[in-house]
Antibody, heavy 119, light 112 residues
Framework: EVQLVESGGGLVQPGGSLRLSCAAS????????MNWVRQAPGKGLEWVSY????????QYADSVKGRFTISRDNARNSLYLEMNSLRAEDTAVYYC????????????WGQGTLVTVSS | DVVMTQSPLSLSVTLGQPASFSCRSS???????????LTWFQQRPGQSPRRLIY???NRDSGVPDRFSGSGSGTDFTLEISSVEAEDVGLYYC?????????FGQGTKLEIK
């Protein structure tokens, strides 16, 4: 069964840092492009970041560029999102997802992890 | 950035009747490689999103054939041929042709 399981969310103060993890199973992770997508409470979907299967290409939304870093460890079948200088507007459920564009036919989503930035 | 505009924002449909969702992009979504990276996602109440359709018209594994996607250039449509109760939720289109990826604001499907 294809599965993505996120972890690492929680409550953090403005200006703080958090590292999200996503554990993949049931598919060949090291050949799959991956993404982070977030959803603020009661709002729509916002793409956050992308990483190619080898890690050689990374992309970020302007809203997180310079503050967030995406990475992956193919040996551990894991995806990460390092989040620094967190702001109240970063409060959201963060989802780990496979291919969003359909460049790759594998497009699973995780269950999400909630990040709350508040003092 | 490419702006994705969905309409209507809300749709109320009788069970067994068809439903149609529109998505328009501010720029052509034809990639330099010839593909068009327009994706549709479904988000049922209280659940994670799920990819339904990719590259305009390709159904994901496990997606019922009552769902179909069509369109080209800047104009795209998701259709449900016969709405079932489990189809209630939000539907988002997204373009993956140009960075940054951008989503539409979503269309909420309800049962009349």
């Amino acid at each position: 069964e294809v599965q993505l399981v996120e972890s690492g969310g929680g409550l953090v103060q403005p200006g703080g840092s958090l590292r999200l993890s996503c554990a993949a199973s049931g598919f060949t992770f090291n050949t799959c492009e991956m993404n982070w997508v977030r959803q603020a409470p009661g709002k729509g979907l916002e793409w956050v970041s992308y990483i190619w299967s080898s890690g050689s290409n990374k992309q970020y939304a302007d809203s997180v560029k310079g503050r967030f870093t995406i990475s992956r460890d193919n040996a551990r079948n894991s995806l990460y999102l390092e989040m620094n200088s967190l702001r109240a507007e970063d409060t959201a459920v963060y989802y780990c997802a496979g291919s969003l564009s359909g460049y790759d036919p594998r497009g699973p989503w995780g269950q999400g992890t909630l990040v709350t930035v508040s003092s | 950035d490419v702006v994705m505009t969905q309409s209507p924002l809300s749709l109320s449909v009788t069970l067994g009747q068809p439903a149609s969702f529109s998505c328009r992009s501010s720029q052509s979504l034809v990639h330099s490689d010839g593909d068009t990276f327009l994706t549709w996602f479904q988000q049922r109440p209280g659940q994670s999103p799920r990819r339904l359709i990719y590259k305009v018209s390709n159904r994901d594994s496990g997606v019922p054939d009552r769902f179909s996607g069509s369109g080209s250039g800047t104009d795209f449509t998701l259709e449900i041929s016969s709405v079932e109760a489990e189809d209630v939720g939000l539907y988002y289109c997204m373009q993956g042709t140009r960075w940054p990826y951008t989503f539409g604001q979503g269309t909420k499907l309800e049962i009349k």
